[in-house]
């Protein structure tokens, strides 16, 4: 017993007097047309401001490389359309809008026997709580405001994302009353569909079961794990969007 306790300490007393020559052996040398990292700033803040330096390059020298990708024909509608299809078929590919939506022709009420569809009623157009199908396994909810009279046009009004589509509709407060658009083109005869977005905050970015929390906002929170499928938060709400765009409701 008496030996192990002497023999112990000994051993760590031998670690710092290993010879220099071996420490530095132990170091790796630098890559070829490189140097060691020897700052003492913080390396965090010195990155995000090179970030911020490349990107301000970046958008100034995007002016003339531009020029290369963006050929519009204005010499016909069709031509036009036909010479910007490149550029929209790579923004799709970008954004992740690449899956084959779900067809569909109403949007479907959302109701319960304690809550009805109808959530307002005005002179001119009601308003209803709705949900329709996106993509397998993904849907789309929001509010649809069908004119009283014959509709003049259809309009999908997309909020900002802090924006509730009852905001915009002007059902409750949070936006000017001249930015409730959704309103007003309702009151002027168009049928409505306003999609609810994600938005910034973070009430719900965790683990309720393991109690876990980050304050990531809800946007980011998404976008990280649709990113890692080759996704993104904008494409998924473009895609609800178009299927929107593309029903055709039967009212």
Known sequence: MTSRLVVFPLCLLCVPF????????????PLPGTQPLTRTDDLGLAMVAGIHRYLDRATAASVESRKQFWKPDFSSLDAYSRSLQPNRDRLKKILGVVDARVPFTDPELVATTGQPALVAETEWYNVFAVRWPVLPGVDAEGLYLEPKEKPIACAVVLPDADWTPEMVAGLTTGVPVEAQYARRLA??????????????????SGNAKLNKWTNQPHREFVYRMAYEMGRTLIGYEVQKVLAAAASSPSR
């Open 18 to 29: 290993v010879p220099s020559v071996v420490r530095s052996s132990l170091r790796a040398d």
């Open 187 to 204: 009151e002027n005869g168009c049928r409505v569909l306003v999609p609810t977005l994600i938005d910034r905050g973070d009430a719900f």
